[in-house]
Structure formats: C-alpha cells, structure tokens
C-alpha cells in the first residue's frame, strides 16, 4: 500500500488553470496506476482521470476530456493533473488514489488500493 499526498488546490475564477499534484510518500510510483477522483459537497466521489501503471494509457471522465491532462514526470515520483478552462461545476475536493499494476480503465472503478488521501480543495468563481 502506498501513501499518496494530494497539493496543489486553491481558488481560481471560471476559465482559468491549476496543476495538480499527486506524490507517494518515500517511494516512486513506477509501478503504480494513478487516479483522479473529486467529491463536491453533497455529492458522491467520481471519477476524474486515471493513468496506468506503465505511464502509456489514460482514461477520463467525458466531463473532463479536452480540459484536463494527467501526466507523470520522469521520476515517476510525481502525478500531475493540469486543469483548464475550469468551470464552477469542477468546484470539489480532488484526490488521487494508487493502485499497482492496473490499467487506467480499472483505475476509474476501483479507486484507491487501501484508503484515500486528505485531499486538496479546488474552488472555481463565477
């Protein structure tokens, strides 16, 4: 089980950009698929961005696709997930979840592999 820290998060008017970042504590995610999920209040967490273990396939949300990228630096330490054009309704808490070996389909429906992080929180003003 690896633990993840989620930063990044802050208050942005409507149209514009954050970077997301996702690290694991004290290891590298090499092995490791990385997802996005966020939780608005009084609404269930959904799925936002996956990317498999082998950094070479991504999976997203239709709500999402054409504005957010996710993306892993070369040191695979790192999972970042750049959001743009950024809409009111993408106003939630983010987290990331890992999850080793798995592909970045799987990733969106399984979540976490143990329990999830504390989260960064994205506000978007109209």
């Known amino acids: 089980q690896v633990q993840v820290v989620e930063s990044g998060g802050g208050l942005v008017q409507a149209g514009g950009s954050l970077r997301l970042s996702c690290a694991a504590s004290g290891r590298t995610l090499s092995s490791y698929a990385v997802g996005w999920f966020r939780q608005a209040p009084g609404k269930e967490r959904e799925f936002v961005a996956a990317?498999?273990?082998?950094?070479?396939?991504?999976h997203y949300a239709d709500s999402v696709k054409g504005r957010i990228t996710i993306s892993r630096d070369n040191a695979k330490t790192t999972v970042f997930l750049q959001m743009n054009s950024l809409k009111p309704e993408d106003a939630a808490v983010y987290y990331c979840a890992a999850r080793p070996f798995t592909s970045a389909q799987a990733m969106a429906v399984m979540g976490p592999f143990g329990s999830w992080g504390q989260g960064t929180q994205v506000t978007v003003s109209s």
């Open positions: 990317l498999s273990w082998s950094g070479s396939s991504t």
